[in-house]
């Protein structure tokens, strides 16, 4: 009957979760996975005997490739969500999504582009600058454009 003895060691958490990660694609437990490393005959050596046969290589290598491209499209909605699109951006989504009349009026135009620049202000909390000629986009003339607000009123 042998007895065992609890053996504690400190490593960061990088190191303990490749130690983890490792052992686990080897299919042995933590503390197989200490021995065989521990072992007399050098770790080197028993790694290789304890390979992965190729089915279970090809699974483990398909799973990566899934959570791979899983972490990617989040990554791709995260900044998508977070980045502020431009005025002209915005003000297309408006007209694609409330599908208003249009303004036929210079006067209307002008007052439909204000109500947008309040709502993306609100939204963004940024003004849109009319001297940006493409982030702000065509629709108003220069008069128009000369009279615009610098700042929400």
Do not use: C
């Not at 398909?62 to 980045?83: C, P």
């Not at 002209?88 to 694609?96: N, T």
């Not at 582009?113 to 108003?140: E, I």
Request: without cysteine; charged residues 25%.
């Amino acid at each position: 009957m042998s007895k065992t003895q609890v053996f504690s060691l400190k490593v960061l958490p990088k190191d303990a979760a490749m130690f983890r990660e490792q052992a686990t694609a080897l299919g042995l437990s933590n503390a197989d996975y200490f021995r065989l490393l521990i072992s007399q005959k050098g770790g080197q050596e028993n790694l290789k005997n304890a390979s992965i046969d190729d089915k279970k290589l090809d699974s483990l290598e398909g799973k990566m490739s899934s959570v791979e491209s899983m972490v990617k499209s989040m990554m791709s909605d995260l900044i998508e969500h977070q980045r502020i699109p431009s005025f002209y951006e915005f003000r297309a989504r408006i007209i694609a999504e409330t599908n208003p009349t249009l303004p036929k009026s210079g006067s209307e135009r002008f007052a439909f582009f204000l109500d947008a620049a309040r709502q993306y202000h609100r939204k963004y909390d940024a003004w849109p600058d009319p001297s940006n000629r493409a982030a702000f986009g065509p629709g108003l003339d220069d008069q128009q454009l000369a009279s615009w607000p610098p700042v929400p009123r």
